[in-house]
């Protein structure tokens, strides 16, 4: 009987065992998986080369698009994730067509991830689309252009005009001529803006 006992202790303490083994193992698999990725801290200025093309002509809001980090050195080979916000299309003749980036999450090239918060600060290279004070992108207005084009139009109609009918025709010349260029310019479209890929940016973590 005695034996019996002992090994009906045994065995009870064997599981007891195994039992307390299998808790510790489940916490510090809990506490692995719950163990936090670091944030890139607020105001962190990194530069990114961006992996899809994105044109206002074509662009939607949701759009997503990568980018990787190639500065600074301790974030470089990331990739940054994140989407269009908005594409605002300037008017015919004249106005500024304006594209809005979010930035959503960085992938670290060691490993895991984390929300990230940003704004775009510049664009690097000969892109003539230029970044606002709230981080859209936006192209040159087409106003100038117009103008330039109607008064080139204007000019040449007087020319024209002045040539064929004396003063009465130059005015005349220089109103359908004013109007030519302002339409040859309508006939173009609005102006766009258009990111190429690898296309480098600055841009300052906000959150």
Do not use: C
Not at 175 to 190: C, E, K, L, Q, W
């Amino acid at each position: 009987m005695k034996n019996v006992s002992d090994r009906h202790m045994l065995a009870a303490a064997l599981v007891f065992a195994l039992a307390v083994a299998g808790s510790g193992t489940a916490q510090t698999k809990s506490k692995s998986k719950s163990k936090s990725v670091p944030r890139v801290p607020v105001g962190t200025e990194m530069k990114i080369r961006l992996h899809d093309e994105i044109d206002s002509k074509t662009a939607r809001s949701g759009d997503k698009f990568t980018a990787t980090v190639l500065d600074p050195a301790k974030y470089a080979d990331s990739t940054l994730e994140g989407h269009i916000a908005n594409v605002n299309q300037s008017g015919k003749v004249k106005g500024k067509t304006q594209l809005g980036l979010v930035f959503d999450r960085i992938r670290y090239a060691s490993g895991g991830s984390a929300v990230i918060g940003a704004q775009l600060v510049r664009l690097y290279g000969d892109n003539k689309s230029k970044v606002d004070e709230e981080g859209n992108v936006e192209s040159g207005s087409r106003g100038s252009s117009t103008a330039k084009r109607g008064i080139g139009g204007a000019i040449g109609g007087a020319i024209i005009g002045g040539i064929a009918g004396g003063g009465s025709g130059a005015a005349i010349g220089s109103a359908v001529g004013g109007g030519v260029g302002v339409g040859s310019n309508a006939i173009r479209g609005s102006s766009k803006v258009k990111l190429e890929r690898g296309e480098e940016m600055l841009i300052r973590t906000t959150r």
